[in-house]
């Protein structure tokens, strides 16, 4: 299985000077332990890590001396754009492919290794977990005028995977039609192509503010016991 990890975070909410996953996290860089994870997985063979030009100097060194191949892509202006990059650079023998966040340090290996059996059986799949929150929908003054079923709400997360071919042809179309999307499940609903949950269990966070990485640190600590 051929994995994308999308490297190209900003500090701006973490109000940091520099990309997060740079940000040191028990004693390492936060994408150090998201590549951990990423080499640690049985289903993984090839990683692709897709970030901008002014981080490759501090993240190579996290791509060196490890068993699997990990190769550097430049990515996008967008995340779109850096998952378009990141398909055009697989190998040619790609049928298969999983993306993920490199905030989201927290991913076990076991995450990778399920969501890769999913996509391998035919399935387009996503990770996530589910709502605990009674979520309101507001209006731009404030005003709360819905309050959808919980038991229907899902928290999107990565890794997500899918088939290559029909990843590339959705994000033509979206090219072709000016669609921004935040996540590539976001092309799968809007072309009416399936899309699969699976369950990521509640640790799988993404690291965006301060308190993220207090949160984040408390688990590693708690997982090295």
Not at 60 to 73: D, Q, R, S, T
Not at 122 to 134: K, L, Y
Not at 191 to 198: A, I, K
Request: proline share 5%; with cysteine; net charge negative.
């Amino acid at each position: 299985m051929h994995l994308l990890i999308a490297a190209a975070g900003s500090g701006r909410r973490m109000g940091a000077d520099r990309n997060k996953l740079l940000l040191p996290l028990a004693g390492r860089p936060v994408l150090a332990w998201t590549l951990e994870a990423a080499l640690a997985a049985k289903a993984i063979a090839w990683i692709g890590l897709v970030g901008q030009p002014v981080d490759r100097a501090e993240i190579a060194p996290l791509m060196e001396g490890v068993a699997k191949p990990v190769v550097w892509i430049e990515g996008g202006s967008t995340r779109q754009e850096s998952v378009q990059r990141g398909l055009a650079a697989l190998p040619a023998a790609a049928t298969h492919v999983l993306i993920h966040d490199g905030a989201r340090c927290l991913v076990e290996p076991s995450l990778f290794d399920r969501c890769a059996a999913a996509v391998e059986s035919g399935d387009a799949v996503i990770a996530a977990t589910p709502v605990t929150d009674t979520i309101k929908r507001v209006n731009t003054e404030g005003l709360i005028f819905d309050t959808p079923d919980r038991s229907e709400l899902w928290a999107a997360q990565t890794p997500q995977g899918f088939a290559v071919e029909q990843l590339r042809e959705g994000h033509r179309q979206a090219l072709a039609r000016g669609w921004s999307v935040t996540d590539d499940a976001s092309l799968y609903e809007r072309l009416g192509w399936h899309v699969q949950v699976l369950d990521a269990g509640p640790a799988n966070i993404k690291v965006t503010t301060p308190f993220d990485l207090t949160v984040a640190e408390a688990v590693l600590a708690l997982r090295a016991v």
